[in-house]
Structures are given as C-alpha cells and as structure tokens.
DNA sequence: GTTTAATTTAATCAATTGATTAAATTAAAC
DNA sequence: GTTTAATTTAATCAATTGATTAAATTAAAC
C-alpha cells in the first residue's frame, strides 16, 4: 500500500507531470502518459478515475510550487532591500530549474482561470499581509517610494518569467544555444535586480 | 473570385483567429471553426487544405501583427528615450486591444519553437541595425547607461506583456473585474515606463 | 493453504476528430 | 441557353481518444 516510489502509481504520476508541462491538458493524450509511464494504459484511470483528475492534481502540486517559494520569503524578518533580491533571485532559480513551469501556469490559467481557486486556497497560502505591511513601513520610514503591493510584485514576476516564457523566441531570434541562453539570462537577471532595486529605494539609503 | 469580405473563405479565416487564439492549436476542432464560421466543415478543408495548413496562416498574420508596430518605430526619425518610450505604449495598446494574442505567440512557439522561422523571415522583418546603431551612438553620448540592445527589448517586452499574460491570475488574486484591471494596467504602464526610462538614461540629460 | 482484497492486463466501446468523396447547386464564359 | 468551372452540401471514413469491463494475476489476511 505504501512504498510508493516506484509503484505504478506513482510512475503514473510523474509520467503526468512531465508530458503535461511540455505539451499541456489539450496536447497530451492518456496515451502519452501511459507510455511515458510505462504501463498499461487502463492504469490511469484506475488510479486517478480519469485525464481530468490527474491533470487536478498536477496543476494543484505545480501552483503550489510556483507560489511556494515567495511565501517563506515573505514571513524572512530581514529588511525590505534584501527581501526583494532574494524574492526576484529565488524566482530566478525556480524558473531555471523548471523551465516549462512558467508556460504551463499560464496557460492552463489563461484557457480556464477558474483553476485558480479550485487548485489553490490564495488566502491561506500568500498571506501577503506581513510584506504589504512592511512595504507600508519602509514607505513611511522614507526608505521605498510610493507604490502599491500589487506593482512591486508584477515588476519582479514580470521581469523574471518572461525572460524563460519567451526563451524559444529569444533563441531563435538572436541565434542562441542553450548554453548562451542561460549567460544571457543570467545577465539579464542582473540587470532586472539592479533596475527594480535602484527604482523601488530612495537613493540616500543604500 | 473576389470580393472576400463576407465570402466562406473569408467567414472561416476569422473564425479560426478567434478559436484559435482563445483555445490554441490542439484545443481547437475544425468543427469548432466551422461552427463559428457559420459554414460547412468540410468547407474548411475545400478552402485551406488541413487544420495545420489553416492553423499556419493565422499564425503567420499573427507573428507579423506582433512585430509589425515595433518596425515603423525602430526606423522612426526621433530621439533614443522618445523611442524606448513609443515602444512601451504601442506595445502597451496592441495587448490592450488584442488580449489573447501574447497567450497565443508565447504558447505555439513553446510548443513548437521551429514555427519561428517557417512562419517570418526574421531579418528581413525585425531589422534592428537601426535601433541598435541608434543606441551605441547613445551609449557613446553618454546619454545611455552600457547596455546590450537584447536586454533593452527584453525589458520592455517582459514589462508590458507579461501585464497580459496574467491577467486572469491578476484578477483572481486581487479580486478585480475587467474595469478595474484595465486601470491597474494602465498605472502599471506609468510605473514600467517612468524605471525603464530612469534605468536606461543616465541623469544628466533630461 | 484458503479466502479476500488489491493490482494489472487485454479487449473493447462509443464518441470525437480531421479528412474525403461524390453529388448538388451556383456562378461565369461563350 | 448551353457548357464549364467554382462553390457548397450531406454522407461517410478511418484513426484516435477517453473510458470501461471482465478476466487474470499478485499480495495480504487469517
């Protein structure tokens, strides 16, 4: 019953999450799961009853990953400063590791946005009170300028997903390998740092 | 022979933008096209050959269409930060206006980066000599910080369409309706122009 | 070792999907 | 008005797809 390592079921599972992420609900066939598995392909509805709930339960663990690392950084007692390089570096680290994540969320938000809340209590997960609150503070103190919670997340999901969204694009266009794409990256990460960072805190503190 | 503007191939053409770029390639069934178009679904085929075939046209119109404001603005007579800055709110009104379009690009090249080059000849369409001679002369001015002409388009791309993509995630989150998303997307724009141009231009100059 | 439950397999379904065919209709050419 | 070509339709295919069923096998309980 347990030992679940190598059962089917959890082949099954991992096979799911990797077709899904390349090629999408749509894309994929209860077929290329089961092959990827390697196992029969009436397994998967045995297991998880049918394409629709598996999928559930790969866009569910996959949401959570995406938020998950933002929200231990978010409850971090350090300084407000340090707190946004280590949220848009943390991001950075994610997305390179999985690069497909970014394109999946997206997507499967943009066909049906009402995943959302079926795969994710926001509330419960992103209490972004404790940073509103210390963005409140660090306004006040005269260290951030004025600007809302709302903005200074979309500057840093912005400016780091997209650089791995568009990466087919940006190596086609500027004829670029994997291996220069992640330089370029890696720059690029640099920069956005440097931009956001010199944009978001008054230039007396450092 | 002519006339198209409410002829079959025409009706089906429009259709397929639409389904498509809501629902993608494999969401899409030519009998969802057909539908939508109001014709025959073997009409479809009599016109266009194959799903892939009509797929390929609209894509192509799209990758062009998606460009196409860039170029005028690359080759503009006016000055580097007037540039950078017309850059951001056409790219910032075509999303606006079409806001399935970021969705579909970033999702079908994803899937298939090859459809790139099958679908624009690159060189001939984006010729960027111009905006990154214009931008050396800047740097050499010092009226530009040191920067790659990659990295200044990725900036604003990632800044202004990335606002698109998550809109529907946007929405859930913090709980807004379309008028209200439409209003933090327009604030958003400010804010992105106001660091994008304070980053790139060095002080001096106003 | 027998019984019972859990897991796996092969065979098969009905529905959907992209595509084709042949006939019917309409428009154009002369 | 007849001939010819272009357009449209209804009917139908074969392949694919998500799912089910019933039988076979394996593991667990006693």
């Known amino acids: 019953m347990n030992c679940l390592t190598n059962s089917a079921e959890n082949k099954i599972k991992e096979a799911a999450i990797k077709v899904f992420l390349e090629k999408g609900f749509d894309g994929t066939t209860t077929r290329d799961i089961a092959k990827e598995a390697g196992v029969n392909s009436a397994l998967m ?44 570096e943390n991001d950075f680290q994610m997305f390179k590791k999985n690069p497909d994540l970014s394109n999946f969320i997206i997507h499967e938000l943009h066909r049906n946005p009402d995943r959302f809340f079926s795969a994710i209590a926001f509330d419960k997960i992103v209490d972004h009170s404790s940073l509103s609150k210390q963005l409140t503070t660090s306004i006040e103190n005269g260290e951030v300028i004025q600007i809302d919670i709302k903005n200074v997340l979309l500057l ?51």
């Open 45 to 88: 509805n045995y297991y998880f009853r049918s394409k629709e709930k598996l999928f559930s339960s790969v866009f569910e663990e996959k949401l959570q990953q995406y938020f998950s690392g933002m929200i231990e950084i978010f409850n971090k007692p350090i300084g407000m400063k340090e707190k946004i390089s280590d949220l848009i």
């Open 156 to 206: 840093m999901k912005s400016n780091i997903q997209f650089i791995f969204l568009c990466k087919s694009m940006t190596c086609k266009m500027w004829k670029m390998e994997d291996e220069s794409f992640e330089e370029f990256a890696e720059k690029h990460k640099t920069i956005v740092k440097e931009m956001i960072l010199n944009y978001l805190f008054n230039s007396s503190k450092n």
